[in-house]
């Protein structure tokens, strides 16, 4: 019996992962012959489930949709996906922040002890929203054992390869606070023991070790908030969540092209073909970059910082390019004034 019940619920799984399903490749995915998928089908439309066969070359199942349907089976991987994905929902800008809680609740109640454990001791917070674009992707497995020594109040030990080629790592003794996303890429914040100060670790650069250490009791985070210590660590201003450096320019673009790409700047039509860009950036020559990446004519409003760092470029890819005419080389000319350095990391 126990075997057969495995049976059903891997059935299940495979019926609510595809519409249709040949009655052939159900058989060869369960390993079993065709008749005991058959009585499987039998024995899940008992259960409740609207189990369909449909006519064909080779004939197959569909599992119906309808408001009688049984509480839904979720695998391991489908349930942290789910947490996962319900939890950052605060970044999308939807407004769906309270009813993804509630969703997310709602599906909980009805999943086995053991996936309900594993959803609660995943835990995210959601700061940025992810840029367009391909980012690196954290393994699912190291997310589960950062968020459970989070929860756990447990020190971590982890092998982390802070630059250069994946198997230059170094050991590191951590006390986890939080896990969080950021522009598409997963961060552990955490002191660590060793340096004695804060620290954002790329989750796809971390190699945990077991077991994990004594409890700990938590550190204030500066600040006390996760998400305005984290923008801060980015936008190098230490916890403030402000950029640095921030300007105003004036762009040949429609509003609705730009905004896609602004990030958190604050963009504003001022024609069909016409818009205003308020952006920061942890130094000028940055958002300078920034700005240029659109690709259009640009007029700068301000300030008088942001202008020396079109200077500073300009000079900079003209020397690239090999145009000595365009200016003196950027070695001659000093560069504008940073507001503060490169963005905080371990």
Not at 114 to 123: A, G, K, N, P, Y
Request: hydrophobic residues 40%.
């Amino acid at each position: 019996m126990p075997k057969t019940s495995a049976r059903l619920l891997s059935l299940l799984s495979l019926l609510q992962a595809r519409r249709d399903w040949p009655g052939a490749l159900l058989a060869e995915r369960l390993d079993v012959s065709a008749r005991t998928v058959r009585r499987d089908v039998d024995r899940l439309r008992e259960l409740g489930y609207p189990v369909l066969a449909f006519k064909g070359p080779e004939g197959g199942y569909r599992l119906d949709a309808g408001a009688e349907l049984p509480p839904l089976l979720f695998d391991d991987e489908q349930a942290v996906a789910l947490a996962i994905a319900l939890q950052t929902a605060t970044t999308t800008g939807a407004g769906i922040e309270e009813a993804a809680a509630r969703a997310l609740n709602t599906v909980r109640q009805v999943m086995p002890a053991r996936l309900r454990h594993r959803v609660d001791t995943l835990r995210v917070t959601a700061v940025e929203r992810a840029a367009p674009g391909a980012h690196p992707q954290a393994d699912s497995t190291v997310l589960m054992a950062l968020s459970a020594a989070v929860r756990a109040r447990e020190v971590l030990r982890l092998d982390y390869a802070a630059a250069g080629p994946p198997e230059a790592k170094s050991p590191r003794r951590v006390q986890p606070h939080h896990l969080v996303t950021w522009g598409g890429r997963w961060y552990l914040v955490a002191w660590d023991l060793d340096r004695e100060d804060w620290r954002t670790f790329r989750a796809d650069r971390i190699t945990p070790r077991t077991p994990t250490g004594p409890r700990f009791t938590p550190r204030e985070l500066p600040g006390g908030d996760v998400t305005a210590f984290v923008a801060g660590r980015f936008r190098g201003t230490g916890g403030t969540g402000t950029w640095p450096c921030r300007g105003e320019v004036i762009l040949g673009l429609p509003a609705a092209a730009v905004s896609r790409y602004a990030r958190d700047g604050i963009v504003e039509a001022l024609g069909p073909n016409r818009c205003r860009l308020v952006l920061g950036s942890w130094s000028w020559p940055g958002l300078a970059a920034a700005v240029g990446a659109f690709d259009t004519d640009i007029t700068v409003v301000g300030p008088a910082e942001l202008r020396d760092a079109f200077a500073l470029l300009a000079r900079r890819y003209a020397d690239a390019a090999g145009d000595r005419a365009a200016g003196p080389p950027i070695g001659h000319t000093a560069n504008p004034t940073r507001a503060s350095s490169s963005p905080a990391g371990p």
